[in-house]
């Protein structure tokens, strides 16, 4: 399926970069749980992408409802 929307091209690419990010923390939590003492820097500097990328992820969500939303007020 190839959508040319750059919107929705967006939110794939960040979607992705979401799932990377969590798949970090779950790598970080395990090597913890394994014993392994890894740098607590490096899991606020995850949690803090992960901020991030929702954030952008949520800004592009907007800019996709809103052709909709003006299509539907003025519509009324």
């Known amino acids: 399926m190839s959508n040319q929307n750059p919107?929705?091209?967006n939110l794939r690419h960040l979607?992705?970069?979401?799932?990377d990010i969590g798949n970090q923390l779950n790598d970080f939590n395990r090597r913890?749980?394994?014993g392994e003492m890894p740098d607590?820097?490096?899991f606020v500097d995850l949690l803090?992408?992960?901020s991030v990328t929702r954030t952008a992820m949520t800004a592009q969500f907007n800019l996709l409802q809103k052709p909709l939303k003006t299509v539907?007020?003025?519509s009324k």
């Open 40 to 42: 607590p820097a490096q």
């Open 48 to 50: 803090q992408k992960q």
């Open 72 to 74: 539907l007020n003025e």
């Open 15 to 19: 979607n992705q970069k979401f799932d």
């Open 32 to 34: 913890q749980a394994d």
């Open 7 to 9: 919107v929705l091209q």
